[in-house]
């Protein structure tokens, strides 16, 4: 195929197939380093501070969230992407060569703000190229493309660990990022020129965010479900100290990952017809189970089956809950986006400092057992939720 046959077919008005390719590299880099980010670094600090470095790097995405409506309206989408997944590409790769802890960190932080940034993009893209009985649906081939990477990407990481070592896989995602760069740079998808209401205080729109009780339910759900993805970056601690080896944990990865690519898309077709709000009970229920199951400090066959239900659980919630909130949103859409984008972040800065705490004091079994009492708490704010 020419570049010029490629750019006719990926940079229509409606640019959703360029930002699914985006999509799935990004992801791919991305999770390349996911599973073993633990374990890097734990050969740097003991166990229980590896919880607090986690958390201080993810403030930082609560700042870029909370920063993304301002920064969009500076440089628009589509320059706005270019720039944040330079800044990925470049991080990762320092991430590869530093083994010094307080710069690591620094760099880690950098790195989450950019990455953040890249994905609030990636969601406006959806979100303004597409209809309202195509939201959910198209949200759902978002999660399809990004769940491709994810399956193959820990695969990736766990055969350039076994072939190296843990630093060259922080160098392997960056090269994959950048492929992902390359790609955005040639092709320029069009983006949505008018993002935010100029002039609009930001203060004064947080405080409204939340006088919307559906909307402080959205966002209840959707720090709920980043609150306990985040237990799970020490998922790779439990399983290696039950026997199980670098390399199988990436293909372990990579195979827990397909319920996403299969699920997500049929999900959001179902939630475009039938509401978001049993799906959303559906995968915090199947989560509460997980969380308990992983609790009584089970044989690693089980730990493994319940790594399995818990990828299907987060199908039934993490699309759905972007779908579920740009519903809800009105025109104020990316300058409200800031605030509920805050969520993720502060779930994964929760998770970490409480997880410091417990670990300090109890096993690792205890913080999945706490995991699944606020699941019930997450399940039982989206029982209140009403259909949009």
Known sequence: MSRMHLRFRLRPTQPLGAIYALSFLTALGIATIEPFLALYLKTLVPLQFVGLIISASFTVSIVANLLGGRIIRKLHEQRALIFFLGLTTIALFLMGYIGHIVVLVVIFSLYTFAVTLVWFNVHLYVKHNSDAQHLSGNEGKLGVFVNLGVVLAPFIGGAVATRFDLPAVFVAAALITLIAFILFFELRPYDHEVVVTENENFWTSLKMFFRERELARIYFALFGLYFLYATWYFL?????????????????????????????????????????????????????????????????????????????????IEQITF??????????????????????????VTAPLLAAVLLSVAPLPFLFTFSGLLSLLF??????????
Not at 268 to 285: M, N, V
Not at 379 to 388: D, F, I, T
Request: net charge positive; glycine share 12%.
């Open 236 to 316: 790779p601690v439990l399983l290696t100290s039950h026997g199980l080896s670098v390399a199988n944990l990436g293909l372990l990865y990579s195979l827990s990952a397909i319920p996403w690519v299969v699920l997500e898309y049929p999900i959001g077709r179902w939630a475009d017809k039938k509401g978001e709000r049993a799906f959303l009970i559906t995968g915090f229920s199947i989560l509460s189970v997980v969380g308990f199951l992983y609790g009584f400090g089970p044989s690693l066959p089980w730990i493994i089956a319940g790594l399995f239900i818990g990828v299907i659980g987060t199908s039934f």
């Open 379 to 388: 399940l039982a704010n989206v029982l209140s939720l009403r259909r949009a």
């Open 323 to 348: 779908a579920a909130f740009f519903r809800r949103a009105g025109e104020r859409d990316v300058e409200r986006l800031s605030v509920f984008r805050s969520a993720m972040g502060l779930g994964q």
